[in-house]
């Protein structure tokens, strides 16, 4: 079954930072373009950020541009997302997607708390 296994989620406080990871399982993560998600306790899936299959093309949501750095290694078949400066408004459940073939994880647990 293809999905993704995402880690590195945690707890830290606000200006800290996080680091998570996108396992494809399954399916080979380079042919495909990868978006992150996030869903807010009590509100609908936002997106977060995206890449191309190639790495190219980095975009990111205005609430997070210049905090967040999406990157993938297609060797390790795994895709990141660096979370830098985090704010109490990025608490949430991370989730990565391959949009072609609507591909989903669990998702990892983000808070942001002092």
């Known amino acids: 079954q293809a999905q993704f296994v995402e880690s590195g989620g945690g707890s830290v406080q606000p200006g800290e930072s996080l680091k998570l990871s996108c396992l494809a399982s399954?399916?080979?993560?380079?042919?495909?373009?990868i978006s992150w998600h996030r869903q807010a306790p009590g509100k609908g899936r936002e997106w977060v950020a995206g890449?191309?299959?190639?790495?190219?093309?980095?975009v990111y949501a205005d609430s997070v541009k210049g905090r967040f750095l999406i990157s993938r290694d297609n060797d390790k078949n795994t895709a990141y997302l660096q979370m830098n400066n985090l704010r109490s408004e990025d608490t949430g459940l991370y989730f990565c997607q391959a949009p072609r073939d609507n591909y989903w994880g669990q998702g990892t647990q983000v808070t942001v708390s002092s």
């Open positions: 890449i191309a299959s190639n790495g190219e093309s980095p």
């Open positions: 399954g399916f080979l993560l380079k042919r495909y373009a």
